[in-house]
């Protein structure tokens, strides 16, 4: 049995008991007693497990809370935007993808595939940087300063359409994001592909996600159908957000404008 298998088995052991003691740990699962005071730490140092100091009995630690508030997340947004993203995906005939917002990444959690074909497959689980991508460029805009910063600082110097990856350019992009309220992504990460995004938000006003639409950049038919296409995002967008209890009219979180100076 390996040292994961034996950790995870800890955790599952705590959660099912509700506190428990190495000694208990140990005799319940069979496992020497360091082997279980060593991995025990170790869960506790990752936040999964915690340890009373005068009592020295392990309980669920702060991060497994969060880690299921995330899961939750995940499935509710999912379930809610489903409906919406097909429909999107029907008016549109395009490509439609959904994706949250993940520590500095973004993370596909369901698409709807549409009439074109891309030639390219994004697949659900997937993770992608921030900042590049419609989807992950319409929540970059409105992360908090110091994150966008992060973000930016972590860039690689070219994207993966081997285009460099100018820093200025993207802070002067996200203003924009921020004025209109989708982004566009013109064969920045995969060739003859342009995306629209456009972010969701949370009941805080805080963002939370995005809505995309991917197509094969020759079906659009300028400029007019591009703008066409992102108020049909902008929408999808807004729809969902206002159903996660956002007001459309109240102020959206970590809205500083520092970053753009």
């Known amino acids: 049995m390996s040292a994961l298998d034996r950790a995870l088995r800890i955790l599952y052991h705590v959660s099912q008991q509700g506190e428990s003691r190495i000694s208990d740990i140990a005799a319940d699962l069979e496992l020497d007693k360091s082997v279980v005071s060593r ?8 936040g999964l ?24 997340a995940c499935q509710d ?19 439609v993808g959904l994706v949250l917002l993940s520590g500095h990444k973004g993370i596909l959690i369901d698409k709807v595939d549409g009439s074109y074909w891309l030639g390219v497959s994004a697949n659900i689980g997937e993770q992608m940087p921030l900042y590049y991508r419609a989807a992950c460029k319409a929540i970059l805009a409105y992360l ?21 990856f100018d820093r ?27 995306g629209i995004g456009a972010p969701i938000f949370d009941a805080d006003g805080k963002v939370i996600a995005a809505v995309s639409v991917a197509t094969v950049s020759v079906t659009l038919d300028g400029e007019e159908d591009e703008a066409r296409l992102a108020k049909m995002v902008a929408e999808t967008a807004a729809t969902i957000s206002s159903r996660l209890g956002f007001v459309q009219d109240m102020p959206i979180a970590n809205q500083s404008e520092e970053v753009f100076k």
């Open 49 to 72: 497990l915690e340890q009373e100091p005068k009592s020295k009995i392990y309980r669920l630690g702060p991060y497994t809370a969060w880690l299921g508030a995330r899961y939750l």
């Open 144 to 164: 908090p300063a110091e994150e966008i910063s992060a973000v930016l600082a972590a860039a690689e110097d070219r994207l993966p359409c081997g285009k460099p």
């Open 39 to 46: 991995l025990c730490k170790k869960l506790a140092d990752w």
């Open 77 to 95: 947004l999912r379930q809610l935007a489903r409906p919406l993203l097909i429909e999107l995906s029907q008016k549109t005939g395009r490509t």
């Open 168 to 194: 200025a350019e993207r802070l002067a992009e996200l203003a924009r994001i921020r004025a209109t309220g989708y982004s566009i992504s013109r064969e920045e990460a995969d060739s003859g592909v342009t």
